[in-house]
């Protein structure tokens, strides 16, 4: 796996799920493309990475967990999100209401056509251009995310709830996670200060 990255954060949890540690297994350092050469050669058993390796080891392996499996019984996800300064968000209330309408209504088309969403359409062709991939990658990884409603956002598995809320633990578990790595120095007791529905609930309320 690559080091210090995601699949890095979610490996260690499924591994300590299955009541295991790093210490249990030989766990390699490897960039994706340096993991699918060694998958290739029968070099490593197994493999936590993203697409499009992950589809290339596919082919010849067995899937035996996801990233959104253990989110799910741990709690802990990891996800993409939009980071905006306070203090120019409340001075532009306005347009941050739209641009998470903007952001939903996105959202929403691809949860009803996933199939418009492929390398060979204009939204597919977006995607490749802003995420730097190949156009008939875009399939496949889409698949591999989750894109949750406004409402699903505003409940306690998102961005409600405050301390409590599965975003805010979702930060602190990964900065202590980067902490463990070395990348930061300290962490904070509570990510709350930084998890909000606020914009979700006007882009609600304005419809």
Do not use: C
């Not at 540690?21 to 993991?35: F, G």
């Not at 969403?117 to 156009?135: D, N």
């Not at 979702?170 to 904070?188: G, Y």
Request: charged share 20%.
């Amino acid at each position: 796996m690559p080091f210090v990255s995601t699949s890095h954060f979610h490996a260690l949890l499924a591994l300590k799920k299955a009541g295991l540690s790093d210490s249990d297994v030989k766990v390699l350092n490897m960039r994706p493309a340096e993991i699918a050469a060694a998958w290739a050669r029968g070099d490593i058993d197994s493999a936590y990475v993203w697409n499009p390796v992950l589809s290339k080891i596919e082919a010849n392996g067995k899937v035996i967990t996801t990233s959104g499996k253990i989110a799910s019984q741990t709690g802990l996800a990891t996800f993409d999100g939009f980071v905006v300064n306070s203090d120019w968000a409340k001075a532009n209330p306005q347009f941050m209401t739209s641009f998470v309408k903007i952001l939903a209504k996105g959202d929403a088309d691809y949860r009803a056509h996933p199939d418009q969403w492929v390398g060979t359409t204009p939204q597919g062709k977006a995607v490749a251009e802003v995420s730097g991939g190949a156009p008939a990658e875009v399939k496949e990884s889409l698949a591999l995310y989750q894109f949750p409603t406004p409402q699903q956002q505003m409940s306690a598995e998102w961005l409600g709830g405050g301390k409590t809320s599965g975003a805010a633990k979702s930060l602190l578990a990964t900065a202590n996670f980067l902490k463990e790595q070395k990348t930061l120095q300290s962490t904070l007791p509570d990510y709350s200060t930084g998890v909000t529905d606020q914009y979700i609930k006007s882009a609600l309320a304005a419809k």
